[in-house]
């Protein structure tokens, strides 16, 4: 048997009926109460961290894409447009905190127009202060003797690409 303190009777802790089951139902009630406010933090919580990390770097859509295409998007604001090299820089700002996206066309990138031709992209086609995403594939090249990384553009959302063999390319994820 069981030693208790001296103030201390089991006969304390018997309840009647209808007591027990209003101090059971309090109980559950907080329970209750308690796994709903977790759920909802829990669930507040994700949608924070989710969405702001999603914004900027993506992945694309299933479609058919260039050998050595991994799936990278990147999505911001177009911050400046290289007339010459045609380089690009994409800026997403999220708070105090703004990311930066630099990359360049692909070799011969094609626009179509609406007359049914084509012509090689220009800067007019990016405006500046336009939110666009670009699919790229980011590799090493050897400049002037130095090994940089290189965001190459495979694809301009606004602008889609109509080099030659690229024309079956799924530029809209559609």
């Known amino acids: 048997m069981t030693n208790f303190p001296p103030s201390f009777s089991i006969s304390s802790i018997n309840l009647d009926s209808s007591a ?21 933090l829990a669930l507040v919580a994700f949608l ?40 690009i820089t994409l800026q997403y700002a999220n708070g105090k905190k703004t990311q930066t996206f630099v990359g360049v066309p692909e070799q011969g990138y094609l626009v179509h127009q609406h007359d049914g031709k084509d012509r090689p992209l220009s800067a007019v086609d990016v405006p500046v202060g336009r939110k666009i995403m670009v699919w790229y594939i980011p590799e090493t090249k050897k400049i002037d003797g130095k090994k940089v990384k290189v965001n190459t553009i495979i694809l301009i959302d606004i602008a889609a690409n109509a080099m030659a063999g690229d024309k079956h390319f799924m530029a809209f994820g559609l």
């Open 48 to 87: 924070i961290c989710a969405f702001p990390a999603s914004a900027q770097h993506g992945t694309a859509s299933s479609g058919y894409y260039p050998a050595g295409y991994q799936g990278d998007t990147w999505t911001g604001i177009v911050a400046s447009v290289n007339p010459n090299s045609l380089e």
């Open 20 to 40: 027990k089951t209003t101090q059971e139902r309090q109980i559950l009630s907080v329970n209750f109460q308690s796994v709903i406010r977790k759920g909802l």
